[in-house]
């Protein structure tokens, strides 16, 4: 069976999970960055080399004013609260997505995180903020381009080529895909990197993916029998 080496999620279902507990849609947020801790060590004690987390994608730009930039206060919260035990632990933030966008001050939270754990070899916690496939793909793309024009890079790519131009060309692909919060879409996520990945869609709130619930999902990843287009080896 092939390791469960990296786990990508899509932590949807915060505001519903606010709402349900008649609080505010932010209350389910910051219920869902402290989740990002308790589920990077779960997800670290299960052996994941890899955790790529979907924090706020190219799409969610269209939310309140309001919203949106609590959300942008978050990383600080988050990397506040908890970067010193990340370090402790080992870990390595990671970054994807497109970081210009983004208020100056999270920016610089985020990349000062990614540069205090840069020489840390434990798990790879990613964030996926300002993320989104489409545009990860239409950058490669015209930065392929864009080498082919200049002559730094020759006419005719291949899949390992190509994977170079990408935001998660250090990281090898998804291996199981899980999406929180009962929807079953993908929702412009890790496209190209989720190609054979196991896919888990599950009915528990971010808030609510406790160490158990990965530790089911693991489970059930293991239970399933991934043939990468081929037939079963006996
Ligand atoms: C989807 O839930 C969740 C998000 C759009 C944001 C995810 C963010 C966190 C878990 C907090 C950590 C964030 C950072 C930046 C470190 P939803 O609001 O769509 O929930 P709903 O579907 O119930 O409305």
Known sequence: MNECRHVAIIMDGNGRWAKA??????AGHL?????????????????????????????????????VGYLMKLPAYLFGRYMEEFLQRGYRIRLIGDLSALPAATR???????ERSQANDGLN?????????????????NDYAADVA??????????????????????????LLIRTGGE???????????????????????????PEVLRRCVDEYYGRDRR???IKNE
């Open 21 to 26: 507990q008649g609080k505010p849609r932010t």
């Open 31 to 67: 219920a869902g960055a402290d989740n990002i801790r308790t589920v990077a060590i779960a997800a670290d004690e299960l052996g994941i080399k890899y955790l790529t987390l979907y924090a706020f994608s190219t799409e969610n730009w269209k939310r309140s004013a309001d919203e």
């Open 108 to 114: 610089k939270v985020l990349l000062d995180a990614a």
């Open 125 to 141: 916690l990613i964030i996926a903020i300002n993320y989104g496939s489409h545009d990860e793909i239409l950058r490669a793309v």
């Open 150 to 175: 200049a002559g730094r890079a020759e006419q005719g790519i291949d899949e390992a080529g190509f994977e170079q131009y990408l935001m998660t060309k250090d990281f090898p692909p998804v291996d």
């Open 184 to 210: 079953q879409r993908i929702s412009n996520y890790l496209l190209w990197q989720i190609a054979y990945a196991e896919l888990e869609f599950i009915p528990e709130a971010w808030p609510d993916f406790t």
């Open 228 to 230: 990468f287009g081929g």
